[in-house]
Nanobody
Framework: QVQLVESGGGLVQAGGSLRLSCAAS????????MGWFRQAPGKEREFVAA????????YYADSVKGRFTISRDNAKNTVYLEMNSLKPDDTAVYYC????????????????WGQGTQVTVSS
C-alpha cells in the first residue's frame, strides 16, 4: 500500500523559512516523478514544484521561483521543499504527490497523494 506522509508545516512570519518533507512508502519510487501542490482556502489546488525521477529536471510555479527549492533523496524515498522568503500568499495546505512519469506540472497526472500539511505565513 502506497503511503505519502508530509511533515514540516507550521506558522511562520513573512520573510521566514520552512522545510517540508514527504516520505513515501509502499514501493520503490526511484522511477517516479515527485511534486508539491498547494490549496489555499476558497481556491483551487495549484502546482508548486516538481522534480524528475532522475533529479536532473525541476519545474517551479512562477510564484515561487527563486524562493522555493525542491529536492529528493531516492535512497530515502523522500522529497523536500525548502521554502524561503515566505509571503502571506503562500499560506495553504501543501500536498506532495508521486507519479510514474518523468516529470509533470498537472495534478491529475499524479497517482498518489499525501494528506497535506498546513503552512501559515503571518504578515
Amino acid at each position: 500500500q502506497v503511503q505519502l506522509v508530509e511533515s514540516g508545516g507550521g506558522l511562520v512570519q513573512a520573510g521566514g523559512s520552512l522545510r517540508l518533507s514527504c516520505a513515501a512508502s509502499g514501493r520503490t519510487f526511484s522511477n517516479y516523478a515527485m511534486g508539491w501542490f498547494r490549496q489555499a482556502p476558497g481556491k483551487e489546488r495549484e502546482f508548486v514544484a516538481a522534480i524528475s525521477w532522475s533529479v536532473s529536471s525541476t519545474y517551479y510555479a512562477d510564484s515561487v521561483k527563486g524562493r522555493f527549492t525542491i529536492s529528493r533523496d531516492n535512497a530515502k524515498n523522500t522529497v523536500y521543499l525548502e521554502m524561503n522568503s515566505l509571503k502571506p500568499d503562500d499560506t495553504a495546505v501543501y500536498y506532495c504527490a508521486v507519479g510514474r512519469f518523468y516529470i509533470a506540472t498537472t495534478g491529475t497526472m499524479y497517482d498518489y497523494w499525501g494528506q497535506g500539511t498546513q503552512v501559515t505565513v503571518s504578515s
